[in-house]
């Protein structure tokens, strides 16, 4: 029997894609498609694919052409592929010719010709653009804006900010055409909103009100009650409402997640997360009103993983504080330690203390060690008491996970996806912690 094996992305499988399969067919008795997962094409800077890994395994399963369907997932996957299939021949379209000549050291290599004026990227181009507005006063919109343009279908059309100060010079040309948040709402179809905390609430309302779907740096709200109002109305108007840690969207930390899910360091019993950065915060005079005091800046990413791997129901939860003597809500450092019924969990977080930033994920057969600083992370290690088993993973993550942030909250309105990163229940156990008193 003679195999013949093909990879793709196939997104939105056009008829490029189905003459080339069959003709792959044809080369012999049965064909191996390779659909690149989701990671890989992000890897390799695809960042743009529209729909999701399942989306395109099932289109190609329908197509009746593959006889078997395979996902690739890493770099030098294919000569894997290729001798553990058995593969005779290895076929792609004629617009990588000489890319795969290194294969035919181990199967014979034909590149098929590619049909002209079709390709996914043309058909990816052809669907409207979708018009995202900012608000916010810090350098998160400048950096979030910057990050819009690798993502295929997005375009920035507007801001509103309380003040232009820490906008670059492209935003500020934006934000002088917008006078207030109706006239921005009415001009795009989605909004990213990265104001002071205390101002959220007020923002998604407006948003939601105006028929916007929102992305809103965490924490959405102040208090649960707030949220649940929210989110009750963007699922009455069939909106989206999602939750901005970019943390949620890395690879690194996906992967190290469902590692820690599927018990490479047995039970869970410990997770200590740092997240810190020292910030100018002057005196009470100079005090910049759009500082986030630390456990609204940097609590929803630390305590992510603590109620990803502990879920959210704890027993007890314990504070220490440092405040500002001229500002008793503004914590400049935090340390919040979780009792749950099977583990504990620490977090540190500071705006004006320096500490490591780093994450470890203690087990009863090994720990993850995530080096400073963690929440941007492309790189963890696994650890275990015989140093020889330890194993160290490394993913790609482009623009801090902003982009794939943003791909995210693209795929959940244009209802290629249909769950968030952060499910509700974990963005309501972060507010609800963070409401608690100083
Ligand atoms: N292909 C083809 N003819 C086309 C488009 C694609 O023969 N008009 C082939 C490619 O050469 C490849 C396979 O179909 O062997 C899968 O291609 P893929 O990269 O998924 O599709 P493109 O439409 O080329 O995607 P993009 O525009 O994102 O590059």
């Not at 996957?77 to 553990?84: A, G, P």
């Not at 456990?295 to 305590?303: D, I, K, R, S």
């Amino acid at each position: 029997m003679l195999k013949v094996i093909t990879y793709g992305t196939y997104d939105f499988l056009h008829e490029g894609h189905i003459r080339l399969l069959e003709r792959a067919k044809a080369l012999g008795d049965y064909l191996i498609v390779g659909v690149t997962a989701d990671g890989f094409d992000m890897a390799r800077g695809k960042i743009n694919v529209g729909q999701s890994l399942m989306e395109r395994v099932e289109a190609i399963r329908k197509t009746g052409l593959a006889d078997q369907i395979i996902v690739e997932e890493y770099e030098g996957q294919k000569i894997d592929d290729i001798r553990r299939y058995e593969v005779d021949i290895f076929t792609v379209g004629s617009d990588w010719i000489g890319k795969f000549d290194y294969l035919s050291e181990y199967c014979k290599v034909i590149y098929l010709d590619r049909t002209q004026g079709i390709s996914s990227t043309e058909i990816r181009s052809n669907k409207r653009e979708f018009r995202i507005g900012l608000i916010g006063e810090t350098n998160i919109v400048n950096k979030f804006k910057n990050e819009c343009r690798y993502v295929n279908g997005v375009k920035v059309v507007g801001v509103y900010a309380e003040t232009d100060e820490f906008l670059d010079e492209e935003l500020r040309i934006l934000a002088e055409k917008t006078h207030s948040y109706e006239e921005l709402f009415a001009n795009c179809d989605a909004v990213y909103i990265a104001s002071v905390p205390d101002k959220h609430y007020e923002h998604v309302k407006l948003a939601l009100e105006a028929n916007v779907h929102v992305l809103c740096e965490s924490p959405i709200a102040l208090s649960v009650s707030q949220y649940d109002e929210l989110q009750q109305k963007a699922s009455e108007k069939n909106l989206v409402l999602m939750d901005g840690i970019k943390t949620a969207y890395s690879l690194a930390f996906n992967r190290m997640m469902l590692l820690v899910k599927g018990g490479i360091i047995g039970d869970v019993v410990s997770v200590d997360a740092t997240c810190t950065s020292l910030l100018n915060i002057g005196d009470g005079e100079s005090f910049a009103p759009h500082i986030w005091n630390s456990l609204c800046w940097w609590g929803p990413t630390a305590m992510l993983p603590v109620f990803n791997i502990f879920g959210t129901e704890y027993k007890d939860i314990q504070r220490y504080s440092r405040t500002l003597p001229f500002r008793s809500d503004f914590d400049l450092f935090t340390k919040l330690a979780f009792v749950f019924e099977n583990g504990v969990a620490s977090i540190k977080v500071g705006q004006g203390v320096k500490s490591e930033g780093e994450m470890v994920i203690s087990g009863t057969k090994g720990y993850i060690y995530v080096p400073a600083p963690w929440w941007k992370t492309d790189y963890f290690e696994v650890r275990y008491e015989n140093p020889t088993d330890n194993c160290r993973y490394f993913y790609q993550l482009e623009g801090e996970g902003i982009r794939y942030e943003i791909l995210s909250f693209l795929n959940l309105i244009r209802g290629h996806i249909s769950y968030n990163q952060i499910s509700c229940g974990i963005s309501r156990q972060i507010i609800s912690c963070l409401a608690q008193k100083l």
